[in-house]
T-cell receptor
Framework: GAVVSQHPSRVICKSGTSVKIECRSL??????MFWYRQFPKQSLMLMAT?????????EQGVEKDKFLINHASLTLSTLTVTSAHPEDSSFYIC?????????????FGPGTRLTVT | QQQVKQSPQSLIVQKGGISIINCAYE??????FPWYQQFPGKGPALLIA?????SEKKEGRFTISFNKSAKQFSLHIMDSQPGDSATYFC?????????????FGKGTHLIIQP
């Protein structure tokens, strides 16, 4: 149980276009989802926290108008990278948690590799 | 400002040996300390986690040692196997389960030599 999926796993887009990444909790209801960004051989950096039905909370330095996050249901959160540029190329990873599990765990998705050309 | 410092950056251990990875934190409000294992091209997977009210937690070959006064915690992998070769991240959060998100260390690339 507690599986998180992401789609797509890889995406290549042209500079100036927008890309949407989906994060789904497959077998549990995720009241909270998180979006992280990871550069090659680097650590994960928290971008934003989203709670179902409310606006996302962005970390300092993350442009909320560039990285649009929607958490419209208890099983789906989306990250849209708007007007993408090559410097946005990165590995984007989501995670989700469900307090009803009674544990402290965040369950991570497999990640989405974004390449902006 | 890096809130969780992880060392070493890379580590090579012989099969059957003990792998030790260390982390230090600055924020005394941190209350939850997980360790994650990540394989190339995959998301992190939780290995083991600890709260500050205990000094050690063991799950199979993996042990976390926690020193609250020194603000340090470490991961010990006993009887290291080639399949343990991966990148390991320590992390910390001010809330159980990282309800406010996790702050990650920079990672340790572990190689277990057969």
């Amino acid at each position: 149980g507690a599986v998180v999926s992401q789609h797509p796993s890889r995406v290549i887009c042209k500079s100036g276009t927008s890309v949407k990444i989906e994060c789904r909790s497959l077998d549990f209801q995720a009241t909270t989802m998180f979006w992280y960004r990871q550069f090659p051989k680097q650590s994960l950096m928290l971008m934003a926290t989203s709670n179902e039905g409310s606006k996302a909370t962005y970390e300092q330095g993350v442009e909320k108008d560039k990285f649009l996050i929607n958490h419209a249901s208890l099983t789906l959160s989306t990250l849209t990278v708007t007007s993408a540029h090559p410097e946005d190329s990165s590995f984007y990873i989501c995670s989700a948690r469900d307090p009803s599990f009674g544990n402290d765990e965040q369950y991570f998705g497999p990640g989405t590799r974004l390449t902006v050309t | 400002q890096q809130q969780v410092k992880q060392s070493p950056q890379s580590l090579i251990v012989q099969k059957g040996g003990i792998s030790i990875i260390n982390c230090a934190y600055e924020n005394t409000a941190f209350d939850y300390f997980p360790w994650y294992q990540q394989f190339p091209g995959k998301g992190p997977a939780l290995l083991i986690a600890i709260r500050p009210d205990v000094s050690e937690k063991k799950e199979g070959r993996f042990t976390i040692s926690f020193n609250k006064s020194a603000k340090q915690f470490s991961l010990h992998i006993m009887d290291s196997q080639p399949g343990d070769s991966a990148t390991y991240f320590c992390a910390a959060s001010t809330t159980p389960g990282g309800a406010d998100g996790l702050t990650f260390g920079k990672g340790t690339h572990l190689i277990i030599q057969p």
